[in-house]
């Protein structure tokens, strides 16, 4: 057995968690990650020769938690798109050090393969559900999604046997979807889903951001506190991003992360490995370093290792501190769908 020497960046933070994109691809086209205005029929996403497959994503995780990292996040696209998911699951089950797997998926499919990613030895899952209006959810996937099926996907998903259950992200814009936000701590509250709400980012280059559409979690505090009383509870692990509140009358909890208005970059244990094999420090990156050239030019994973440890220890992002600063990223970030969020 390989043993764990933890990497830290330059700014002190460990690498603790890793988010992996099996599928560039999406059935959704929300407006804010894909829009169809640039992602229609014609676009050409990557083929099958250039995404990673299992054996080289597998690398990549025995080496990352070599320095350090426990936790892994599969992210898309749709990471439901990827044939055989159950399967990486598996493999990355048996990497020593790795303690928790978790999914990220818009859960149209969830109700075809919640059971046998629970199987296979998934701790959670997480579904991004921004309204429960039909129609509204609708347009904001691109004329694709269907919240019916999203609802019986979790549905399933929550009697699937997940360890760590199930959670729901929901990302509000003022003026387009934040008049349903009760709406949505109604519906899941008692159910054990956990919601949490999600300032929304200027991530990429096509999301149309503007602070004026940002509602803080202050607000929506403010909002959740008067009908339904909160208290507010201790963060679990180190670098938990979402400030976690258990309602007063026993109904669960719900999970707020200020990424606009309380950036948390001084926390930020994550590295993110796109479906192509480029590894990037930051969210908000202009560019990665690419690993699939190295993983298929050599089957050494000594050389796999030193490039790793030496990204991460050479890091200094820190983008949502920075945000609105003449010397923050000015050029082309990396684009939401592209690394999963």
């Known amino acids: 057995m390989n043993a764990t020497t933890h990497t830290f960046d330059r700014r002190g933070r460990p690498l603790r968690d890793l988010r992996i994109s099996v599928m560039d691809r999406c059935n959704f086209r929300c407006t804010y990650c894909?829009?169809?205005?640039?992602?229609?029929?014609?676009?050409?996403?990557?083929?099958?020769?250039?995404?990673?497959?299992?054996?080289?994503?597998?690398?990549?995780?025995?080496?990352?938690?070599?320095?350090?990292?426990?936790?892994?996040?599969?992210?898309?696209?749709?990471?439901?798109?990827?044939?055989?998911?159950?399967?990486?699951?598996q493999r990355l089950r048996t990497i020593d050090g790795i303690d928790d797997i978790a999914l990220t998926t818009n859960g149209v499919l969830l109700?075809?393969?919640?059971?046998?990613?629970?199987?296979?030895?998934?701790?959670?899952?997480?579904?991004?559900?921004?309204?429960?209006?039909?129609?509204?959810?609708?347009?904001?996937?691109?004329?694709?999604?269907?919240?019916?099926?999203?609802?019986?996907?979790?549905?399933?998903?929550?009697?699937?046997?997940?360890?760590?259950?199930?959670?729901?992200?929901?990302?509000?814009?003022?003026?387009?979807?934040?008049?349903?936000?009760?709406?949505?701590?109604?519906?899941?509250?008692?159910?054990?889903?956990?919601?949490?709400?999600?300032?929304?980012?200027?991530?990429?280059?096509?999301?149309?951001?503007?602070?004026?559409?940002?509602?803080?979690?202050?607000?929506?505090h403010a909002r959740i506190q008067a009908r339904w009383p909160l208290q507010p509870l201790l963060p679990r692990h180190p670098g938990e991003v979402a400030t976690r509140y258990r309602f007063v009358d026993g109904a669960g909890e719900i999970g707020l992360i200020s990424s606009i208005s309380k950036p948390f970059c001084g926390g930020c244990t994550r590295a993110r490995l796109s479906s192509e094999g480029q590894l990037y420090t930051c969210l908000f990156a202009e560019r990665g370093t690419d690993l699939r050239g190295l993983l298929r030019a050599t089957d050494d994973d000594a050389a796999l290792h030193a490039v790793l440890a030496g990204v991460w220890s050479a890091r200094t992002d820190r983008y949502s501190e920075l945000r609105g600063k003449p010397v923050a990223v000015s050029g082309r970030r990396i684009e939401m769908h592209y690394i999963g969020g």
């Open 111 to 220: 109700n075809r393969h919640a059971t046998a990613l629970a199987e296979a030895g998934l701790d959670r899952v997480t579904v991004s559900v921004d309204t429960l209006d039909p129609g509204l959810f609708r347009q904001l996937s691109g004329g694709r999604g269907d919240v019916e099926k999203v609802l019986r996907g979790l549905e399933v998903a929550r009697h699937a046997g997940f360890r760590d259950g199930v959670k729901v992200n929901a990302v509000l814009q003022r003026d387009l979807n934040d008049a349903g936000a009760l709406d949505l701590v109604q519906h899941f509250r008692g159910t054990g889903i956990v919601l949490r709400f999600i300032e929304f980012m200027d991530v990429g280059n096509r999301n149309a951001w503007s602070a004026d559409a940002v509602v803080s979690s202050q607000e929506l």
């Open 34 to 89: 894909m829009p169809a205005s640039t992602y229609g029929d014609d676009y050409r996403f990557l083929d099958n020769a250039q995404r990673l497959d299992f054996n080289e994503i597998e690398r990549v995780c025995r080496q990352a938690a070599r320095l350090g990292v426990s936790k892994l996040r599969l992210t898309g696209g749709e990471p439901l798109l990827r044939p055989g998911l159950p399967e990486l699951v």
